[in-house]
């Protein structure tokens, strides 16, 4: 069974950082391209970052320069290094699988980050 | 590219049909050939779930009251018959050029 579990958010001052984890289980992330998404309180979805297996990264510009998606492939791990965050980066952070064609396809529960003095 | 859904509100009665349009600023047909336009359903409190891939494929488990039409730069979900457990927030998402999402309609039983 596919599974994801996200963990690391909490409350971060502005200016400061936090890496957000997403554990797998049921596939393997490095033969996957993975996906990160957040969700504003009481907001739409927006995209945030992907790495293919092959380890190509891709960022909205809303977060380029200030984020890293990574792997850790012995432990099955997706990661999100969140640096310089801001009141906008609060949201419920989402990792997602996605298949060859079929994007988003499994999700997490999510992990709630709150940049607030 | 940006997209455009309408309604943002719809209110529907159980067992009536519904329908949702998306609207994309461009066309999202991809240099291979296909059009990477998607549909997901957010019910309140949980992940949204994938419904609808590559414009009318349903995903897995995804029953097939839902389904998915359109072409270039408009497309629509349709649900046949509302059950209860259809409320929530729908969003149209492509991924033909980076990935956006559209700003969600939320439908509700009547």
């Known amino acids: 069974e596919v599974q994801l579990v996200e963990s690391g958010g909490g409350l971060i001052q502005p200016g400061g950082s936090l890496r957000l984890s997403c554990a797998a289980s049921g596939f393997t992330v490095s033969n996957n391209y993975m996906s990160w998404v957040r969700q504003a309180p009481g907001k739409g979805l927006e995209w945030v970052s992907l790495i293919y297996s092959g380890g190509s990264t891709y960022y909205a510009d809303s977060v380029k320069g200030r984020f890293t998606i990574s792997r850790d492939n012995s432990k099955n791990t997706l990661y999100l290094q969140m640096n310089s965050l801001r009141a906008e980066d609060t949201a419920v952070y989402y990792c997602?699988?996605?298949?060859?064609?079929?994007?988003?396809?499994?999700w997490g529960q999510g992990t709630l980050v709150t940049v607030s003095s | 590219i940006v997209m455009t859904q309408t309604p943002l509100s719809s209110p529907v009665t159980l067992g009536q049909p519904a329908s949702i349009s998306c609207r994309s600023s461009?066309?999202?047909?991809?240099?291979?050939?296909?059009?990477?336009l998607s549909w997901l359903h957010q019910r309140p409190g949980q992940p949204p779930r994938l419904l609808i891939y590559q414009i009318s494929n349903r995903f897995s488990g995804v029953p097939d009251r839902f389904s998915g039409s359109g072409a270039g730069t408009d497309f629509t979900l349709k649900i046949s018959r509302v059950e209860a457990e259809d409320v929530g927030v729908y969003y149209c998402m492509q991924t033909t050029q980076s990935w956006t999402f559209g700003q969600g309609t939320k439908v509700e039983i009547k």
């Open positions: 997602a699988r996605n298949l060859p064609v079929t994007p988003l396809g499994y």
């Open positions: 461009q066309s999202l047909v991809h240099s291979d050939g296909n059009t990477y």
